[in-house]
């Protein structure tokens, strides 16, 4: 069964860090783009990061350049999410997908919570 | 703000079409074929039910269709059901730095 399991979430204080995990099974792994997207709580979804299959380009948007570091670990079927320097407007559902002209497969999400 | 513009809701009787629209540039929506829609319950992961602007994933009733004019990118549900309510997100390439957008989703009720 193809699937995507995220896992890392949970409550940081603002100015702090986390990362997140995202372990796939039942595909070739290295053959797929993954992406990070994240939901606001009430909000609308928000494209967050991707990287290539091989880890060697990835891209961000502008409200998480320089803060949020996307990586993979072929060898481990895993795609991550350093998230530093995190704010309130962090605050959100995180859910990794893979990239096969569309999004197709999702993970279930999980939660980060920014607050003091 | 969303780089792609939608409506925030639609709705429809069962049985009758509706039609989202996705509006964009040319540097994104009305460049590429790498337009594609999402269907999400509420407290669920989003679903893929377009890609390429027009094609279904397996599985994906017929009822769903995509196409585009120009900029805009438009989703027809046609026959409407109760489990059609959801959210619909668009989403495309684009050519700026970002590499990827999504619309501000439209929340599709079913009278």
């Known amino acids: 069964e193809v699937q995507l399991v995220e896992s890392g979430g949970g409550v940081v204080q603002p100015g702090g860090s986390l990362r997140l995990s995202c372990a796939a099974s039942?595909?070739?792994?290295?053959?797929?783009?993954m992406h990070w997207v994240r939901q606001g709580p009430g909000k609308g979804l928000e494209w967050v990061s991707l990287?290539?299959?091989?880890?060697?380009?990835?891209y961000s948007a502008d409200s998480v350049k320089g803060r949020f570091i996307i990586s993979r670990d072929n060898s481990k079927n895993s795609l991550y999410l350093q998230m530093n320097s995190l704010t309130t407007e962090d605050t959100a559902v995180y859910f990794c997908?893979?990239?096969?002209?569309?999004?197709?497969?999702w993970g279930t999400g999980t939660t980060v919570t920014v607050s003091s | 703000q969303s780089a792609l513009t939608q409506p925030a809701s639609v709705s429809g009787s069962p049985g009758q079409s509706i039609t989202i629209s996705c509006t964009g540039t040319?540097?994104?929506?009305?460049?590429?074929?790498?337009v594609s829609w999402y269907q999400q319950h509420p407290g669920k992961a989003p679903k893929l039910m377009i890609y390429?602007?027009?094609d279904r994933p397996s599985g994906v009733p017929d009822r769903f269709s995509g196409s585009r004019s120009g900029n805009t990118a438009s989703l027809t549900i046609s026959g409407l059901q109760a489990e059609d309510e959801a959210d619909y997100y668009c989403?495309?390439?684009?050519?700026?730095?970002?590499?990827?957008?999504f619309g501000g989703g439209t929340k599709l009720t079913v009278l």
């Open positions: 989403s495309s390439f684009t050519i700026s730095s970002t590499l990827w957008v």
């Open positions: 990287i290539s299959g091989d880890g060697s380009d990835t």
């Open positions: 039942g595909f070739s792994f290295d053959d797929y783009v």
């Open positions: 390429a602007v027009s």
């Open positions: 040319s540097s994104d929506v009305g460049g590429y074929n790498y």
């Open positions: 997908a893979r990239d096969s002209y569309g999004l197709d497969v």
